[in-house]
């Protein structure tokens, strides 16, 4: 019975590895993850209504809620006496979101969310009342109504103690909207449709461009480094086969910019596998200064007339930690550079400090975004 060494296990394992990374093709993906249509887009929706049914848990006296209230009831012909105020307690005046997908028609049904804008504590047991939702053009485009989910919790005590739990002042109701209005994106009428990537990058571009000519010869030309322009002609049946055919079409992705994101406030670093670092010795401190305050209690000699005082004892000790210089190699890949950086063993604070000084010295080939 043969026995293989542990060394030699590994070094096989490893030899494995290699060979499925250098083997494995390069991933493909699909257009339609890569960008989207022009005009197939959401829009969004807005409106301002009034929740009622509350448990005492409403507005105290909003104006707003005042007003929405006498406007509500003034559609069924009913008008309140002066200074009646039915807004207290029991209902919140609240704003209302919602968006609207491409395409939509008179009669869906869409989610909505209610979020209170007064005081009221919680929105739990609600019903929202008929409120219109409006456009960025000032025109209606669905009507909201619903009892409202709450996935929060609000308690008050006598005592004045409280407990809240999530966020009890919003909620949503699903399918609480009905279309009214459907938006003209002009997809029927246009002779170009226009695929936009999510990010700019000539390459990208032009390896979807050439992938739907491969598939529709001569059919999409580049208008600039995120947007295809892509002839069509024929009734909506044949627009929409032929996006659909476009979306599927698969493309290999360009290698992204070699980009260092820090973000300042968290302390977070990300570095993309396109980062290079060339030639370059780095030698990194770590200074410690503690303060040791040790004061200690002087009594006064007996029967005397002294006090008792306190004398101040301090001791300050500096430590520098002592890390010796490392080389990174020319061309050295993101592994290559994050052992290295491991090597140190630095906090993300000093890690920034290191690859602001990489940048400085040139030897960092990658733009440094801060965040």
């Known amino acids: 019975m043969h026995v293989i060494q542990r060394p030699i296990l590994f070094a096989l394992f490893a030899l494995l590895f290699m060979g499925l990374a250098f083997s494995a093709p390069a991933h493909a993906e699909r257009i339609k993850d890569m960008g989207q249509f022009q005009g197939l887009r959401a829009n969004q929706l807005t409106g301002y209504g009034i929740v009622v049914g509350l448990a005492g848990t409403g507005d105290d006296s909003l104006d707003y809620s005042t007003l929405g209230m006498k406007g509500a009831v003034s559609r069924f012909g009913l008008t309140l006496p002066p200074g009646v105020n039915p807004a207290l307690k029991n209902a919140a005046a609240v704003m209302i979101t ?30 929202l009342v008929l409120a219109p939702l409006y456009g960025a053009d000032g025109q209606i485009y669905a009507m909201a109504q619903g009892n409202l989910v709450i996935g929060g919790l609000g308690v008050d005590a006598a005592d004045g103690s409280k407990l809240t739990v999530n966020v009890p002042s919003s ?84 290698e992204p910019p070699a980009k260092v994101i820090v973000n300042a406030r968290t302390g977070t670093v990300v570095i993309n596998g396109a980062v290079r670092v060339g030639t370059a010795a780095v030698s990194h401190g770590k200074l410690t200064v503690s303060v040791k305050e040790s004061p200690m209690v002087v009594q006064p000699a007996p029967f005397s007339r002294g006090e008792t005082a306190i ?61």
Not at 99 to 127: C, H, M, N, W, Y
Not at 209 to 233: F, H, L, V, Y
Not at 240 to 252: A, D, G, K, Q, Y
Request: proline share 5%.
């Open 98 to 127: 919602a968006e609207l997908p491409p395409f939509a028609k008179p009669g869906q049904r869409l989610d909505i969310t209610v979020s209170a804008i007064g005081k009221a504590k919680s929105l739990r047991g609600g019903t």
């Open 171 to 254: 909620g949503r109701i699903a399918a609480g909207a009905t279309v009214e209005r459907a938006v003209d994106t002009g997809f029927a009428t246009s002779d170009w449709l226009t695929f936009n990537l999510h990010q700019f990058d000539a390459t990208n571009a032009k390896r979807v461009t050439d992938a739907i000519n491969a598939a529709i010869p001569g059919s999409a030309s580049m208008i600039d480094g995120a947007s295809i322009a892509i002839r069509t002609a024929g009734n909506g049946d044949e627009r929409m086969r032929l996006m659909s055919r476009i979306e599927n079409l698969t493309v290999t992705r360009a």
């Open 311 to 371: 004398e101040p004892s301090s001791e300050i000790e500096v430590a520098e930690d002592y890390r010796p210089a490392f080389l990174i190699e020319p061309n050295a890949s993101l592994s290559q550079l994050v052992d290295s950086i491991n090597r140190l063993g630095v906090p993300p604070g000093d890690l920034v400090a290191i690859l602001e000084a990489l940048s400085q010295a040139g030897a960092l080939t990658a733009e440094l975004v801060i965040i």
